[in-house]
């Protein structure tokens, strides 16, 4: 059985209980235990600058104190290591977002399942899920 990775947008909308966005079965999946959960350093990086930027609001804290909010969502972090960088630099792909270009690097080499609404992200070949 294998991890989860989750998108941004899936880490935020699980942590704040958006359940107009977050369908309740990928919450469920997420939720259930019976996996590993993971948060990229990325995605961090990713809430901190655009709550930075003013275009991400109400997650300001979870940008500051990434340990704290991680370990609480019972969730574990995924650091950036050379190997995704260089994987998440090399891609052919169009996709220009470099935090998704790394969340599809790194489920790739770790082999973890990518939590993601965003079906772009099937074009670099990840194992992609959204249920709902």
Known sequence: MTGL?????ALIWFAVGDTREMPAAAAELIAAGDR?????A???WEIATKTRLGKLAG???MGRRPGYYISELGMRGLPISLEHASRAGGF???H????DRMLAAQS????LTLVSRDAALDAFGVERVWPG
């Open 59 to 61: 997650v300001e804290d």
């Open 108 to 111: 790739q080499i770790e082999g």
């Open 92 to 94: 052919d792909r169009a």
């Open 42 to 44: 990325a995605s961090i």
């Open 96 to 99: 220009r977002d470099p935090f």
């Open 5 to 9: 990775l989750l998108d941004t947008h």
């Open 36 to 40: 590993e959960v993971f948060v990229s």
